[in-house]
């Protein structure tokens, strides 16, 4: 029995990674991607579909959310949705805790819903032990249904993110258990003495790294069988994102994806390519106005350094802050009649905002302006 192709990307959506975290906090955007995928899954034909995602961000120092949803439709008329939710909470800015939580709901036949679906939820706990390190232990919980019967699936899994300038890794070990052999059966993994009980663990290791315009992001994942289930799996997966512009992006996906049964989704190698168009005047663009601050960067050696000088002399206090420092206010220093601030960063896109004697957050001139959580925040490209 071959199993409906489900767009991956639905289920990666919801990941909130620790050392990204400052970034999702502040963000207020609208995202739509829309593009073309092969899919290829075992035992099956290959498969040319079209996709589109819709994924909107809101987010302020203490709470940030996320809500996606995409459609998938293949030539051979088998299309998949998903609606899916997700948010990441912390008691104060400087909280060194953080709770995670998400849920989601897939249709596999939208020519027939709900005869195949899958309802799954989850939640997370991190502790930031530094603003470049955290560990976290989550649980999930799924169920699917299909004309075959219903099956129910469970997650557990610890794992650490380290953040290192403009690159982040994530380790993760998750044990998985599924009573769903329809989906596990047809990826290949298969149980000892022939039982419908099936116990994974999976270990995940993952790489983002931003230079500039560029985005790229790396994924192994290597699955073993536990107790009476024989497994020995391994999975890649890359994807690259190009801001072609500040609203337009370029985004290039390869690789598979292992069988996730919490999820319901199936073993697939996926190769898509897609448009993006971010939508940032959601009540949070600011028309451009005049400006105190100005920035520059410089390079000494291999390093860069952002300089804001801030041209307000009477000042008694000039603070910078961004996500590079976690929003956490840097003092600027009085230099030639007027405040400046030096931040060596490597090459991204960061945002950054400054206040006055404690006053709102307010974005230097000649950058692309926000409305954000208490103020307003300029967009920067470090080259």
Same mark, same amino acid.
């Given at each position: 029995?071959?199993?409906?192709?489900?767009?991956?990307?639905?289920?990666?959506?919801?990941?909130?990674?620790?050392?990204?975290? *400052?970034?999702?906090?502040?963000?207020?955007?609208?995202?739509?991607?829309?593009?073309?995928?092969?899919?290829?899954?075992? !035992?099956?034909?290959?498969?040319?579909? @079209? #996709?589109?995602?819709?994924?909107?961000?809101?987010?302020?120092? #203490?709470?940030?959310?996320?809500?996606?949803?995409?459609? $998938?439709?293949?030539?051979?008329?088998?299309?998949?949705?998903?609606? *899916?939710?997700?948010?990441?909470?912390?008691?104060?800015?400087?909280?060194?805790?953080?709770?995670?939580? @998400?849920?989601?709901?897939?249709?596999?036949?939208? $020519? =027939?819903?709900?005869?195949?679906?899958?309802?799954?939820?989850?939640?997370?706990?991190?502790?930031?032990?530094? !603003?470049?390190?955290?560990?976290?232990?989550?649980?999930?919980?799924?169920?699917?249904?299909?004309?075959?019967?219903?099956?129910?699936?469970?997650?557990?899994?610890?794992?650490?993110?380290?953040?290192?300038?403009?690159?982040?890794?994530?380790?993760?070990?998750?044990?998985?258990?599924?009573?769903?052999?329809?989906?596990?059966?047809?990826?290949?993994?298969? $149980?000892?003495?022939?039982?419908?009980?099936? =116990?994974?663990? =999976?270990?995940? *290791?993952?790489?983002?790294?931003?230079?500039?315009?560029?985005?790229?992001?790396?994924?192994?994942?290597?699955?073993?069988?536990?107790? !009476?289930?024989?497994?020995?799996?391994?999975?890649?997966?890359?994807? @690259?994102?190009?801001?072609?512009?500040?609203?337009?992006?370029?985004?290039? $996906?390869?690789?598979?994806?292992?069988?996730?049964?919490?999820?319901?989704?199936?073993?697939?190698?996926?190769?898509?390519?897609?448009?993006?168009?971010?939508?940032?005047?959601?009540?949070?663009?600011?028309?451009?106005? *005049?400006?105190?601050? !100005?920035?520059?960067?410089?390079?000494?050696?291999?390093?860069?350094?952002?300089?804001?000088?801030?041209?307000?002399?009477? @000042? #008694?206090?000039?603070?910078?802050?961004?996500?590079?420092?976690?929003?956490?206010?840097?003092?600027?220093?009085?230099?030639?009649?007027?405040?400046?601030?030096?931040?060596?960063?490597?090459?991204?896109?960061?945002?950054?905002?400054?206040?006055?004697?404690?006053?709102?957050?307010?974005?230097?001139?000649?950058?692309?302006?926000?409305?954000?959580?208490?103020?307003?925040?300029?967009?920067?490209?470090?080259?």
């Amino acid at each position: 029995m071959r199993l409906p192709a489900l767009y991956f990307g639905v289920a990666t959506a919801l990941t909130i990674v620790a050392p990204r975290y *400052a970034e999702a906090q502040t963000r207020n955007d609208l995202r739509i991607e829309a593009g073309v995928a092969q899919i290829v899954q075992p !035992s099956s034909d290959d498969r040319v579909a @079209a #996709t589109l995602g819709i994924i909107r961000h809101r987010g302020d120092p #203490t709470l940030a959310w996320i809500a996606s949803g995409n459609a $998938t439709w293949a030539r051979d008329s088998v299309a998949a949705a998903q609606l *899916a939710i997700g948010a990441a909470w912390r008691p104060s800015p400087a909280s060194k805790w953080q709770l995670e939580a @998400a849920g989601a709901g897939v249709l596999f036949a939208l $020519t =027939d819903p709900f005869r195949d679906a899958s309802a799954s939820a989850g939640a997370r706990a991190r502790w930031l032990r530094w !603003s470049s390190l955290s560990a976290s232990a989550g649980a999930a919980a799924g169920r699917t249904v299909r004309s075959a019967g219903t099956a129910a699936s469970r997650q557990m899994d610890l794992g650490i993110s380290v953040a290192a300038g403009s690159a982040a890794i994530d380790l993760a070990v998750r044990d998985v258990g599924s009573t769903d052999g329809l989906l596990l059966e047809a990826s290949q993994v298969t $149980t000892r003495d022939g039982s419908r009980e099936f =116990d994974l663990r =999976d270990f995940v *290791a993952s790489v983002a790294f931003e230079r500039g315009p560029i985005e790229l992001s790396l994924v192994e994942t290597i699955r073993r069988g536990r107790a !009476s289930t024989i497994a020995e799996q391994a999975a890649f997966m890359a994807a @690259a994102t190009w801001h072609v512009t500040a609203r337009y992006a370029l985004v290039v $996906t390869s690789g598979r994806q292992l069988a996730d049964p919490v999820r319901g989704a199936p073993d697939a190698t996926v190769t898509q390519i897609a448009v993006r168009r971010s939508v940032t005047s959601l009540d949070n663009e600011v028309a451009p106005r *005049a400006s105190e601050a !100005s920035v520059s960067v410089t390079r000494v050696g291999e390093q860069r350094i952002v300089v804001l000088r801030v041209a307000v002399p009477a @000042a #008694t206090r000039v603070e910078v802050a961004g996500n590079f420092s976690g929003w956490e206010p840097v003092e600027g220093e009085r230099r030639d009649g007027a405040w400046e601030a030096r931040i060596p960063l490597g090459p991204g896109r960061y945002r950054i905002a400054y206040r006055l004697d404690g006053g709102p957050w307010l974005a230097p001139a000649g950058l692309a302006r926000l409305r954000e959580f208490s103020g307003e925040v300029g967009l920067l490209v470090v080259p």
